[in-house]
């Protein structure tokens, strides 16, 4: 079974607009870490949100968790068109070992 | 400061060669993952590393597959006899400690004709 599945699997908005990303786990966590990765290569750390957090903000970024539906959300505020790229929650059951998503990929047109 | 760095960035090979990649972690961070990333899919766990503690193998698809790190430096993920399914980008990541917000490498994309 799949850990961290993100829907949905595209999105597509205008510049300006929010976008949100939802997250969804099976097994109890640790912690839950939100990632973008543009052009299938780096990946870029954006919020790491622990189990015993529901909400957490990063400039334009709100991350919620709630354990007990076993989800999480990513929204991006104002949206750019560099926001383009995938985005991937990861899951932390034990030590750091990150279990990811399939992605989202989100497009922003100017 | 210098982020992870990965070797080669490229690599491409004929099946059932050997390859090496090298990862060379943030200074000081003690935890190292390797994973593997196909195309267009989420990344998937390879192995672990945590200071001098035995690493964790538990994701490494089969036995052609193996990783070494030298103390809390650098590591290298060896892949015997290539096989066109291990064709993927394969990315390394340090932490400072386990838990910790992890930091990517730019990843090795290998391809294997």
């Known amino acids: 079974s799949q850990q961290g599945e993100e829907d949905p699997q595209a999105l597509s908005i205008q510049e300006g607009e929010n976008a949100t990303m939802n997250c969804s786990y099976k097994?109890?966590?640790?912690?839950l870490q939100w990632y973008r990765q543009n052009s299938g290569r780096g990946l870029v750390h954006l919020i790491l949100?622990?189990?015993?957090?529901r909400e957490k903000h990063s400039g334009r970024l709100r991350v919620t968790l709630d354990t007990s539906k076993k989800s999480s959300s990513l929204l991006i505020t104002a949206s750019r068109a560099a926001d383009t790229a995938s985005y991937f929650c990861?899951?932390?059951?034990?030590?750091?070992?990150?279990?990811f998503g399939q992605g989202t990929i989100l497009t922003v047109h100017p | 400061g210098a982020g992870v760095s990965q070797s080669p960035s490229n690599k491409v090979t004929e099946k059932g060669k050997d390859v090496e990649l090298r990862c060379d972690p943030i200074?000081?961070?003690?935890?190292l993952y390797w994973y593997r990333q196909r195309l267009g899919q989420g990344l998937e766990f390879l192995i672990y590393?945590?200071?001098?503690?035995?690493?964790?193998k538990s994701g490494l698809p089969s036995d052609r597959f193996s990783a070494e790190r030298t103390g809390e430096s650098v590591s290298t993920l060896t892949i015997q006899r290539t096989q066109q399914e291990d064709s993927a980008v394969y990315l390394c990541?340090?932490?400072?400690?386990?838990?910790?917000?992890?930091?990517f490498g730019p990843g090795t994309r290998l391809t294997v004709l």
């Open positions: 949100i622990r189990s015993n957090e």
């Open positions: 990861a899951t932390d059951k034990s030590y750091g070992k990150l279990t």
């Open positions: 990541a340090s932490s400072l400690s386990p838990g910790d917000t992890q930091y």
């Open positions: 590393f945590q200071g001098n503690s035995a690493p964790d």
């Open positions: 200074s000081g961070h003690t935890a």
């Open positions: 097994t109890s966590i640790n912690n």
